[in-house]
């Protein structure tokens, strides 16, 4: 009974955490942009096909194609389809970020392949190891481990360097950090890099997992994480991390807590939770103080 | 005051917005260390004229000319580093940042840390307030002491000239008394002031000179104790009967 407990703990700390880390991809872009990037979507599915392409070379060039695939398409994206929309409508932007997401997810399925391919990614992973008396998958404690390891460093980053300064200010008054000398360009292209760090990260973890990439890997765990952007208060960092963490979490918790014949009901329930946070906070659990104050 | 060039030149300055002309032809020179204040009524175009300066608002005719250098097509963010410093209306503090935080934005241009930190002590000494409450986010602060560090912040970026946008704009007197207390230390410390007011009298106060702007043009000018006894002053701000154009040469 105690290991079935722990177990889903963990199933839950770690789905959470690769939802948190999305989350928090997407939440970086709106902070800086008020830009919802549905495209980061298909930042973690270039890394996937990344990892793919490189996958007869040493791990470490591997999981460099993988990470630079996404930064870079991170950056090429917000060169050619964002800057010129910079002072466009978020509704113009949102609009432009589903053209990208589908351009690449097509772009992909036409070159490459709309199937499913097998890749056996980081093997060693998916081996079971004993953790006081509990048999646990080392994947999943690793995807724990670098959750919290990314979650901090990126609140060092923001909390601790100029360039963080530079982008939480830009996220609460862009016009006025820019008056100051922020330069825009800079901090913009800096927010959609981390984005890509993150997106690639997700993905290693996820290709590594599932053993599988897809051309709509990334997309289904955008949606996902969006909603919890959105319950945990849209540009508010640390609202995204813990909306997209309770959103992934509760969706594993419902799977191991619901009677049997309701389980294939619980994104229901997920999405029951969602719509109560949303209409009883609006702003979300965590609202963004800039926010809140400019309107 | 000022020798030889003057340190703000802006020659024929128009700022268009669509068919909607808010600053019509406008002449205005800062001179080094030099305080001067621009008065007028709501959509005079006085927040118009200063986007045109600070590079927010794109002159739709005229120059603009700093230090002897032409500020044409230099960008937003670069304004600051020609040693032009802006506060605009609504003080824009990053409310969610500590008031520490805001300051170091202040000095985002500037690579000499420890000249950086040294500055903001000598703020913090002049008005121990915010130098208590440092570590708190600057949305705390009251309307006043925002408008303190919306100053204080502007000043960290080392300019040569300081812009201001209604500084007593929505703030209670005795707010109003902070926000000039400010200005006034920095008097004399060679830093040219332009300041942009409703408030002529607490304008006049401060400024060497003094120009009453109204429809897009400047209507009359001189120094404060001048403009303050002139029999036209209530006409040129109200804009009744006006006479003259562009007294502010």
């Given at each position: 009974?105690?290991?079935r407990?722990i177990?889903?703990?963990v199933d839950?700390?770690?789905?959470?955490?690769?939802?948190?880390?999305?989350?928090?991809?997407?939440?970086?872009?709106f902070?800086?942009?008020r830009?919802?990037?549905?495209?980061?979507?298909e930042?973690i599915?270039?890394?996937?096909?990344?990892?793919?392409?490189?996958?007869?070379?040493?791990?470490?060039?591997v999981?460099?194609?993988?990470f630079?695939?996404a930064?870079?398409?991170?950056?090429?994206?917000?060169?050619?389809?964002?800057?010129?929309?910079?002072?466009?409508?978020p509704?113009?932007?949102?609009?432009?970020?589903?053209?990208?997401?589908?351009l690449?997810q097509?772009?992909?399925?036409?070159?490459?392949?709309?199937?499913?391919?097998?890749?056996?990614?980081l093997?060693?992973?998916?081996?079971?190891i004993?953790?006081?008396?509990v048999?646990?998958?080392?994947?999943?404690l690793?995807?724990i481990?670098?959750?919290?390891?990314l979650?901090?460093?990126?609140?060092?980053f923001?909390?601790?360097?100029?360039?963080?300064?530079?982008?939480?200010?830009?996220?609460?008054?862009?016009?006025?950090?820019?008056?100051?000398?922020?330069?825009?360009?800079?901090?913009?292209?800096?927010?959609?890099?981390?984005?890509?760090?993150?997106?690639?990260?997700?993905?290693?973890?996820?290709?590594?997992?599932?053993?599988?990439?897809?051309?709509?890997?990334?997309?289904?765990?955008?949606?996902?994480a969006?909603?919890?952007?959105?319950?945990?208060?849209?540009?508010?960092?640390?609202?995204a991390?813990?909306?997209?963490?309770?959103v992934?979490a509760?969706?594993?918790l419902?799977?191991?807590?619901?009677?049997?014949?309701?389980?294939?009901f619980?994104?229901?329930f997920?999405?029951?939770?969602?719509?109560?946070?949303?209409?009883?906070?609006?702003?979300?659990?965590?609202?963004?103080?800039?926010?809140?104050?400019?309107? | 005051?000022?020798?030889?060039?003057?340190?703000?030149?802006?020659?024929?300055?128009?700022?268009?917005?669509?068919?909607?002309?808010?600053?019509?032809?406008?002449?205005?020179?800062?001179?080094?260390?030099?305080i001067?204040a621009?008065?007028?009524?709501?959509?005079a175009?006085?927040?118009?004229?200063?986007?045109?300066?600070?590079?927010?608002?794109?002159?739709?005719?005229?120059?603009?000319?700093?230090?002897?250098?032409?500020?044409?097509g230099?960008?937003?963010?670069?304004?600051?580093?020609?040693?032009i410093?802006l506060?605009?209306?609504?003080?824009?503090?990053?409310?969610?940042?500590?008031?520490?935080?805001?300051?170091?934005?202040?000095?985002?241009?500037?690579?000499?840390?420890?000249?950086?930190?040294?500055?903001?002590?000598?703020?913090?000494?002049?008005?121990?307030i915010?130098?208590?409450?440092?570590?708190?986010?600057?949305?705390q602060l009251?309307?006043?002491?925002?408008?303190?560090?919306?100053?204080?912040?502007?000043?960290l970026?080392?300019p040569?000239?300081?812009?201001?946008?209604?500084?007593?704009?929505?703030?209670?007197?005795?707010?109003?008394?902070?926000?000039?207390?400010?200005?006034?230390?920095?008097?004399?410390?060679?830093?040219?002031?332009l300041?942009?007011?409703?408030?002529?009298?607490?304008?006049?106060a401060?400024?060497?000179?003094?120009?009453?702007?109204?429809?897009?043009v400047?209507v009359?000018?001189?120094?404060?104790?001048?403009?303050?006894?002139?029999p036209?002053?209530?006409?040129?701000?109200?804009?009744?009967?006006?006479?003259?154009?562009?007294?502010g040469?």
């Amino acid at each position: 009974m105690i290991d079935r407990i722990i177990q889903t703990l963990v199933d839950a700390l770690s789905v959470g955490g690769l939802y948190a880390l999305t989350a928090l991809g997407i939440g970086l872009i709106f902070g800086v942009m008020r830009l919802i990037n549905f495209a980061h979507g298909e930042l973690i599915m270039v890394t996937g096909y990344a990892l793919l392409a490189a996958f007869a070379l040493p791990l470490p060039l591997v999981l460099l194609f993988g990470f630079l695939a996404a930064i870079v398409l991170a950056l090429v994206t917000e060169r050619v389809a964002f800057r010129p929309l910079r002072n466009a409508n978020p509704a113009t932007l949102l609009i432009s970020s589903f053209a990208v997401s589908f351009l690449l997810q097509k772009t992909l399925i036409l070159f490459v392949d709309s199937r499913p391919k097998g890749i056996d990614f980081l093997p060693a992973l998916g081996r079971q190891i004993e953790v006081v008396g509990v048999r646990l998958q080392i994947l999943q404690l690793v995807i724990i481990a670098v959750s919290v390891v990314l979650l901090a460093a990126l609140t060092w980053f923001l909390r601790a360097t100029a360039v963080g300064l530079q982008m939480r200010a830009a996220a609460e008054d862009f016009r006025m950090a820019r008056v100051l000398g922020v330069r825009a360009n800079r901090v913009i292209a800096i927010a959609f890099a981390l984005s890509g760090i993150l997106a690639a990260t997700v993905s290693c973890l996820v290709v590594a997992q599932t053993g599988i990439v897809q051309p709509r890997m990334g997309a289904q765990l955008v949606i996902i994480a969006f909603v919890g952007t959105v319950i945990g208060g849209l540009g508010s960092l640390t609202g995204a991390a813990l909306g997209g963490f309770l959103v992934g979490a509760a969706t594993i918790l419902l799977q191991a807590l619901l009677p049997p014949d309701l389980r294939v009901f619980r994104e229901a329930f997920v999405f029951v939770a969602v719509t109560l946070v949303i209409l009883f906070r609006p702003q979300g659990l965590i609202p963004a103080r800039g926010l809140r104050e400019r309107v | 005051m000022s020798k030889g060039d003057p340190l703000l030149r802006v020659s024929g300055v128009a700022v268009r917005y669509g068919p909607i002309a808010a600053v019509r032809d406008v002449d205005l020179t800062v001179g080094a260390g030099e305080i001067v204040a621009i008065v007028g009524p709501n959509g005079a175009g006085k927040t118009s004229l200063l986007s045109a300066i600070a590079g927010i608002e794109r002159p739709a005719a005229g120059t603009i000319e700093f230090a002897g250098r032409s500020l044409a097509g230099v960008v937003l963010e670069d304004i600051v580093t020609r040693g032009i410093a802006l506060v605009p209306e609504g003080r824009h503090i990053f409310a969610s940042l500590t008031v520490q935080e805001n300051l170091m934005l202040g000095a985002t241009t500037r690579g000499d840390g420890d000249a950086v930190r040294a500055d903001m002590d000598r703020f913090f000494g002049t008005f121990p307030i915010l130098g208590r409450r440092r570590q708190q986010p600057a949305g705390q602060l009251s309307g006043g002491e925002q408008q303190q560090l919306a100053i204080a912040r502007a000043l960290l970026s080392r300019p040569r000239l300081l812009m201001l946008d209604e500084p007593s704009l929505g703030l209670a007197p005795m707010m109003v008394d902070q926000a000039y207390a400010v200005l006034r230390s920095i008097r004399g410390s060679g830093v040219a002031i332009l300041l942009v007011e409703q408030n002529a009298e607490r304008a006049f106060a401060l400024a060497d000179r003094a120009l009453v702007m109204n429809g897009g043009v400047f209507v009359l000018g001189g120094t404060p104790a001048e403009l303050g006894a002139h029999p036209d002053f209530d006409a040129a701000y109200f804009g009744i009967g006006m006479q003259s154009e562009q007294a502010g040469r």
